[in-house]
């Protein structure tokens, strides 16, 4: 499985990078939505963790523009947040998310956590 991560913070990047790790996980990583839209297109990862607060291209901005290309549109999208409530995670489903992993998390089960959600998408 191949996984992209989307953070602005090189350190949650890291951690998460770290935790996704094995031996049938490639995890590659991005600073920004637009560093993200062009990874997608050129790595074709199997899910992407998108955080939602990013300076210049947010979460919401950048999931809408990955469903807006065909070669992007397909690829299963979990929001990664500081900040959420149980409305917002409806409305954030609602987007085309298939789910939300709150920060701070667990680096031991982070893994387990994208699966299960996949799993469900």
């Known amino acids: 499985m191949k996984i992209l991560v989307v953070d602005d913070d090189e350190n949650i990047r890291l951690i998460a990078s770290y935790s996704l790790v094995g031996d049938d996980v490639h995890v590659i990583e991005a600073a920004s939505g637009a560093a ?3 990874l997608a297109k050129d790595e074709v990862p ?14 919401k901005t950048t999931l809408a523009r990955l469903k807006e290309c065909p070669e992007t549109k397909p690829i299963p999208v979990i929001f990664f947040t500081a900040k959420v409530q149980a409305h917002e995670m409806e409305t954030y489903i609602g987007l085309g998310a298939a789910g939300v992993i709150m920060k701070p998390f667990d680096p031991i089960s982070l893994l387990d956590q994208v699966v299960v959600m996949l799993e469900k998408h």
Do not use: C, R, T, W
């Not at 199997?46 to 979460?59: A, H, K, R, W």
């Open 36 to 38: 993200a839209l062009e």
């Open 46 to 59: 199997d899910v992407i963790l998108l955080d939602m607060m990013m300076p210049n291209m947010d979460g």
